[in-house]
């Protein structure tokens, strides 16, 4: 089952977890300051370690895209 939704009346269409207003960004953000995912699905109601999950493999299919990124 797909986790992730992008609906541009949902969050200016960012990628969002289903049935949530909670972004994709929002989780890496508070990944990547040291939060674990169970203090991340303890802040926010309607998340669960599966959509955890699937907010980074959902990352991970992003950076695979031939896409060259600028660093500066």
Known sequence: MNLILSDPGIMMGK???KGTRITVE???EKLSAGETI???I???NG???E???AALAF???V???DVLYPLN
Do not use: D, F, G, W
Request: hydrophobic share 50%.
């Open 26 to 28: 929002v989780i890496l």
């Open 51 to 53: 959509s955890v999950l």
């Open 42 to 44: 303890k802040a926010h």
């Open 59 to 61: 990352t991970r299919e």
């Open 15 to 17: 990628p969002v977890i």
């Open 63 to 65: 950076l695979r895209a």
């Open 47 to 49: 998340l669960t370690r």
């Open 38 to 40: 169970e203090q991340i």
